[in-house]
């Protein structure tokens, strides 16, 4: 009898036993931030994370790093994460996004980017199959450039010379100005480029432009590429534009939203967000290549106080469309 | 007790306690056996009509979720079409209307006002003028589907630069008379469903997901899956969604293999307008929780019942046998003559009886052998008597004999006298 009941409790210590396996693996994530502007994305990529059950410290530590548009010391810290075999690098924007495809090659550590431009740069196969062993979110492609020129052609129909400055080698910049150069004349607008390699030589441009009769410009459509958004770069051609009263829109509502009179672009916290369940299934053992970019939405900015300054007639349905208006 | 140990050793010897017991536990175990898997039966064949049942009524509001989605989107685009008099208004106005729909629905990516000869009247964008590809869409086909100024629904597309699956859907613009003045088109992202559809909860574990027509997944939690555009006709349910013409949902639940490549119960519900159907699975082990708390219950029950039996077992057979020991060991005793033995047996029953019987059979021996010691008794009394009357004889006898023999030799001597004295006279 008593072996009976001996038989009886181990089998249901056996059964309570079985319920109770964990895995104790913790996850190490290299962060690249590559620029200042975007780093919150890292926070909101993390607060997701959270909430898809990676608690930091307990399961998934984080190795957060962060540059602001410095390409060496972006390539060290992707060393270092290689060196220290990460489980997984996620970075931002295009920049270090390609820098890091290049430095996990071969090594199996999985990449997913926010942030950056897939046009003209490899950086994936496609948008369905990514290839290699990265994956990511992506900026929703070149023709969000066009509707910038086109929300701020609306906002200002008068404005007949667009200024826009850009770093020419900046990722999304080549694909940008292809359907920009072509968008421009059918909107009756002449586009006045300035491609520069430095932040001062945007501000000695302008500077001459200050001094000539001419600016030479009726409006600034900013490019969203880190050059031009750099704060000294957003600076300068604010303080440009507010002086000259000319309108100034395209990005900055994390940034400058005061002084810019629209922006047309992806919400922060939307980048680390959609980035978190692309980790996650990743960390669960799917291959990254096999996992579609997710394309985010735009959010439309409208700064209805500074247009009115600017004595720009901003139409009800422009008002109608947009999803945050500063009054 | 050495009769009994032998006993015991003998090889064919069987211990009647341990067989009684054993035939209890075996006889409790198939009652036991019998009851619970009946039960087990009758609680799976119910429980699986209650999945059933759920599943479908799960299923059922899947899909009218999915189903509001668009009537949603309908109603919207109803409501701009009567109330802004859009067959009238000029081209500024019909446009700032659009845009006031634009900007009210995320998931409205393009809208065009076309007039009653499928002219482009206005158009709004989230995409820039270039970039607009609604106008590909706005074909004969189209225009065939939307003449007859109903509302219209077209097949689910993917966009070439998100991946992400759009549709085309139109309701007609009337004047206040009813006649037909036009009709609104949107290009709706289905993105903006995900979410609704990764929200729907299955169960615990369960999971719920939208497939057009030709099978292909247009509606999931996992977006990945929706973005790489998979095609689920693989699928049993999906299959029997793709392969059915009517608006029938299947009673049946066996397990199929899910979108996650589990084993599921799985079960759709087709939404009519649009020709999707919403799919839910929930996955075999949770279905069949309840099921496997019962054989679980019904086992840790059986055992239970395995181990009284055995307990009652051992204790009814040692009652029924102890009497029985009690009287084999009394009759070894008796054997051996010990006739005072006590037999302790009180049962009220046959064994009882044969106790009683025994302690009266104990009782006559008793009897007769007083009985046999009384007349041994009495015969050597009446021997004893007969020895010593004879002895008296012998004695009486002897005494007898010594006179007579003392006469005779008085005789002789008298006899020697008289022939002394004639001896003399001669």
């Not at chain 1, 002084?259 to 992806?266: A, G, H, L």
């Not at chain 2, 059922?60 to 989605?69: H, L, P, Y």
């Not at chain 2, 939208?210 to 247009?218: A, E, F, S, T």
């Not at chain 2, 309840?290 to 086992?299: C, H, L, N, T």
Request: glycine share 6%; proline share 4%; net charge neutral.
């Amino acid at each position: 009898m008593q072996k009976m009941l001996l038989a009886t409790l181990l089998i249901a210590v056996l059964f309570l036993s079985g319920c109770t396996t964990q895995t104790g693996k913790v996850y190490h994530v290299g962060i690249l931030s590559g620029l200042d502007a975007l780093s919150g994305i890292a926070d909101s990529f993390k607060a997701k994370m959270t909430e898809l059950g990676y608690i930091e410290g307990k399961n998934i530590v984080y190795d957060i790093q962060k540059t602001n548009f410095e390409p060496d010391k972006e390539q060290q810290i992707l060393k270092k994460f290689v060196d220290d075999k990460v489980d997984l690098i996620f970075t931002f924007p295009t920049e270090p996004a390609v820098a890091a495809k290049a430095a996990t090659q071969g090594t199996g550590i999985p990449v997913v980017f926010s942030f950056a431009t897939i046009e003209d740069n490899n950086l994936v196969d496609s948008v369905r199959q990514p290839g290699g062993n990265i994956t990511g979110v992506r900026e929703p492609g070149p023709d969000i450039f066009v509707k910038r020129l086109e929300i701020l052609h609306e906002l200002a129909p008068q404005a007949k010379r667009v200024y826009i400055t850009y770093n020419p080698n900046a990722p999304p910049v080549p694909p940008a100005l292809d359907v920009l150069r072509k968008a421009a004349p059918l909107m009756n607008v002449t586009l006045v480029e300035n491609p520069v390699a430095t932040v001062e030589e945007i501000e000695t441009d302008l500077q001459a432009r200050n001094k000539s009769a001419d600016i030479g410009m009726d409006a600034i459509l900013m490019m969203g590429e880190p050059l031009s958004v750099s704060p000294p770069a957003l600076e300068a051609m604010t303080k440009f534009a507010t002086e000259h009263k000319i309108p100034i829109g395209g990005v900055g509502s994390y940034t400058i939203r005061g002084s810019i009179v629209f922006s047309y672009e992806i919400v922060l916290d939307d980048m680390g967000k959609l980035a978190a369940p692309l980790t996650d299934k990743i960390l669960k053992g799917t291959p990254a290549g096999t996992i579609p970019v997710v394309t985010p939405e735009a959010k439309l900015l409208i700064n209805y106080k500074l247009a009115k300054e600017l004595n720009l007639t901003v139409s009800e349905g422009l008002l109608a469309r947009a999803d945050e208006i500063i009054r | 007790m050495p009769t009994q140990n032998e006993a015991k050793k003998g090889r064919n010897f069987r211990s009647l306690t341990v067989t009684l017991a054993l035939a209890f536990l075996a006889l409790s175990t198939v009652v036991l056996l019998i009851a619970s898997g009946l039960e087990l039966y009758f609680n799976f064949q119910t429980q699986q009509q209650v999945i059933v049942s759920q599943q479908q009524l799960i299923a059922q509001d899947a899909a009218n979720t999915v189903k509001s989605f668009v009537q949603d989107k309908f109603s919207m685009m109803e409501s701009t079409a009567s109330i802004s008099s859009m067959a009238i208004e000029n081209q500024e106005q019909q446009k700032n209307v659009l845009d006031k729909l634009l900007g009210r629905e995320p998931s409205f990516r393009q809208l065009v006002l076309l007039d009653a000869q499928n002219r482009k009247l206005a158009e709004v964008s989230r995409l820039s003028q270039s970039a607009s590809r609604i106008d590909s869409r706005l074909d004969s086909n189209l225009f065939a589907q939307i003449q007859d100024g109903e509302k219209y629904v077209s097949s689910v597309y993917i966009d070439n630069i998100t991946s992400e699956p759009m549709m085309i859907m139109t309701v007609p613009v009337k004047d206040i008379f009813g006649d037909l003045k036009g009709t609104l088109v949107a290009e709706v992202n289905l993105k903006f469903m995900w979410d609704l559809v990764g929200r729907i909860k299955i169960g615990d574990k369960g999971v719920a997901y939208v497939v057009d027509r030709q099978g292909d997944l247009i509606a999931f939690g996992d977006i990945s899956r929706v973005l790489r555009g998979e095609n689920l006709i693989h699928l049993e349910k999906v299959n029997d969604f793709v392969s059915s013409k009517g608006l029938i949902i299947t009673g049946e639940s066996g397990t199929s293999k899910g979108i996650q490549g589990n084993s599921v119960i799985a079960n759709y519900a087709p939404l009519g307008m649009p020709d999707w159907a919403v799919v839910v699975e929930l996955p075999v082990e949770e279905a069949y929780q309840a099921v496997a708390q019962g054989v679980v219950m019904s086992a840790l029950i059986m055992l239970l019942g395995i181990f009284l039996a055995v307990v009652a077992g051992i204790y009814l057979s040692r009652r029924i046998t102890r009497p029985i020991i009690g009287l084999r060991d009394a009759a070894i005793k008796i054997g051996q003559g010990a006739l005072d033995t006590q037999i302790e047996v009180k049962s009220r029953n046959e064994i009882g009886d044969l106790a009683s019987a025994f302690r009266q059979m104990m009782d006559d021996l008793k009897k007769s052998r007083a009985k046999l010691e009384h007349h041994q008794q009495e015969l050597e009394k009446n021997v004893d008597e007969r020895t010593k009357e004879l002895q008296a004889k012998v004695e009486e006898l002897q005494k007898f004999n010594r006179l007579a023999v003392g006469r005779e030799l008085r005789m002789i001597e008298l006899k020697k006298r008289i022939r002394e004295l004639e001896s003399k006279r001669r």
